[in-house]
């Protein structure tokens, strides 16, 4: 019984070494984000009043067939970014 015993107590070691690393990665990508510049611009202008009313009323008419492929959405994307 003692090998059962060890591998239960090693299992909540293993689990944590995952979470704790799950954590550093997340901050990791988290600091990434916030020192890159696009990203803070972008975030700049989602959370201006004005334009966040408008994103919150974006959404597909798929009643009247319009729609954006994703070529199209990857095109106006790059023309808007330079």
Do not use: W
């Amino acid at each position: 019984m003692p090998a059962l015993g060890s591998a239960a107590s090693s299992a909540p070691s293993a689990e944590s070494r995952r979470i704790s690393d799950d954590v550093a990665q997340a901050r990791h990508t988290a600091l990434s984000a916030l020192n890159n510049d696009r990203f803070r611009v972008m975030l700049e202008q989602i959370t201006d009043p004005s334009a966040s009313g408008a994103l919150m009323t974006m959404r597909g008419d798929t009643a009247a067939g319009a729609g954006t492929d994703f070529k199209s959405a990857q095109s106006s994307y790059a023309d808007n970014s330079e």
